[in-house]
């Protein structure tokens, strides 16, 4: 059997996705594939519109579509699934990560969940380690402005910096949707260092594409069911490396989407209180 030391392991995943890591003198990767937002835009919107298809049918909550993925929500379990078989999908140059995630909080309103959501200043002390910053920029009604900083462990420490726009829409008094889009990500090298600064992905190398974010809630069964949705588009390995540097991009998102819906449930309870 190959064994590669983990030294060897943190090089080439460097040198798989450039010098965003930074490790200095590393030629950063081409830039995106010219196809690639279209693929982006059209996998969105037919993910929009199914969810749209789905809240106004029987078949509101995905968690409802299995028994068994009931029964486990039902008993208290966070219940995180690949949303296609594998979890990824190649898109050119890049993997698309779409996962699906619900969980079950007892006792608990509709309204005590979407105060800890919409509570964007709190959420840097629930969501660590993954989230070491967050405050709302502004609010219009139901539609919110956010600003994230996010560390991704991968064999690397990645932090990025997210501007992100969410949307609240009530269905009824006891159903509702959330949907949020990053509308800007930039990476940060020599985070938290005198030298730090956000990485221009224009002219270096960057792992973390896009990102969009569903969230689907309902109050019943006194409590609420909380489900979502996570969709995000990142850099594939080089040829000859996906081997050993895509299931290391590919573990983070199942694992990060449990994270946050159980610190979602810590949040919400803590209002309860």
Known sequence: MLRVSQAAVRVLFCVSFGCASGLDGIPALPPLKGDLQPKYDAYI????ARIQREVHSAAYLWSEQSPERWRRVRKGYVVVEPWNARGETAMGNGLLHDWIGALFIPSMTLARVTSFLQDYDAHKDYFRPEVIESRLVGRDGDDWKLRYRV???Y?????INTDQTANYYWLSGTRMLTSSVATRIAEVKNAGKPGEREIDPR???TIVWRLNTYWRLEERDGGVYVECQTISLTRAAPAGLGWLVNPIV???PGASLAHLLESTRTGAQSRSR
């Open 45 to 48: 919107a037919a993910t929009e």
């Open 250 to 252: 590919r573990s983070l």
């Open 155 to 159: 064999l690397i420490t990645l932090v």
């Open 151 to 153: 560390v991704k462990r």
């Open 203 to 205: 002219q270096e190398s």
